[in-house]
């Protein structure tokens, strides 16, 4: 059965950065749409950033962009993001997800098929 994992979370103060990772076992990205969504309590899940795998096409939610940059390695089946620039308010738990979205439902949950167990990201001082 497929699985995504993420990594790379943790405590950072605002400003800084932190690179986050998601690789698949039993599943190949290539050909896939992969993305990062995010979620704090009470709220919705709330899309970041997205890849297409197949030209590298990417999406970024109005919050990120500029601060954050979503890429991806073939050879380790792994998908990265990137963030600098942290602000409390990229507080949450942070999901990659996978699935064969096309380029109209990059942002829409409903489009991605396989989901990790999320990291926590704490923005503070």
């Known amino acids: 059965q497929a699985q995504l994992v993420e990594s790379g979370g943790g405590l950072v103060q605002p400003g800084g950065s932190l690179r986050l990772s998601c690789v698949a076992s039993e599943l190949t990205f290539s050909g896939y749409t992969t993305a990062w969504f995010r979620q704090v309590p009470g709220n919705e899940r709330e899309f970041v950033a997205s890849?297409?795998?197949?030209?590298?096409?990417?999406l970024y939610g109005s919050p990120v962009k500029g601060r954050f940059t979503i890429s991806r390695d073939y050879a380790k089946n792994t998908m990265y993001l990137q963030m600098n620039s942290l602000k409390p308010e990229d507080t949450g738990v942070y999901y990659c997800a996978a699935g064969r979205a096309i380029a109209s439902t990059y942002s829409q949950r409903s489009a991605y098929n396989y989901w990790g167990q999320g990291t926590q990201v704490t923005v503070s001082s």
């Open positions: 890849i297409r795998w197949s030209g590298g096409n990417t």
